[in-house]
Nanobody
Framework: QVQLVESGGGLVQAGGSLRLSCAASGRTFNNDAIGWFRQAPGKEREFVATIRWSGDVTYYKDSVKDRFLISRDNAKNTLYLQMNNLKPEDTAVYYC????????????????WGQGTQVTVSS
């Protein structure tokens, strides 16, 4: 069974940091791009960042690219999202997902999804 499991979410004050992890099991994702999406209450799920299978090329949503850092460790089949200088508008459920395409911002082009982890940023 293919699984993506996110962890690392929580409650943090504005200006703080969190590091999300996404552990993959059931298959290797070494040939897939992996991305992070987020969904705030009452809003559509939106693209945040993605990283190519090789780990050497990344792509970000404009509003996070100076604050978030996406990385991956293919040996551990794990993806990370380091989030710094968090803002209340970053509050959302964060999802990791795998896609054969890079860079890809459309959620319909991602084949595997995790269950999400809640990030709450207080002002």
């Amino acid at each position: 069974q293919v699984q993506l499991v996110e962890s690392g979410g929580g409650l943090v004050q504005a200006g703080g940091s969190l590091r999300l992890s996404c552990a993959a099991s059931g298959r290797t994702f070494n040939n897939d791009a992996i991305g992070w999406f987020r969904q705030a209450p009452g809003k559509e799920r939106e693209f945040v960042a993605t990283i190519r299978w090789s780990g050497d090329v990344t792509y970000y949503k404009d509003s996070v690219k100076d604050r978030f850092l996406i990385s991956r460790d293919n040996a551990k089949n794990t993806l990370y999202l380091q989030m710094n200088n968090l803002k209340p508008e970053d509050t959302a459920v964060y999802y990791c997902a795998a896609s054969p395409y890079f860079p890809e911002v459309m959620k319909s082009r991602y084949n595997y999804w995790g269950q999400g982890t809640q990030v709450t940023v207080s002002s």
